[in-house]
């Protein structure tokens, strides 16, 4: 979960330790997943072939 105006005014907040059973203990940022962002709708960032590759189109093909 992301920390942004909108879920703050569900009472979700930004406090150290509110979220144990996440890996960082709290709610994320917006500038902490941005880097991500990009990279996710970038060029770079195809999908590794795995839409296109021979295994996954055969499968999808019923082959």
């Given at each position: ?20 059973d ?42």
């Open positions: 979960m992301t920390y942004t105006p909108m879920t703050a005014a569900f009472g979700i907040g930004q406090g150290e330790g509110e979220y144990p996440t890996p960082m203990g709290r709610v994320g940022e917006a500038h902490e997943t941005a880097g991500a962002v990009v990279f996710l709708l970038s060029d770079a960032a195809v999908d590794g072939g795995w839409t296109t590759g021979p295994t996954v189109v055969a499968y999808v093909m019923g082959q």
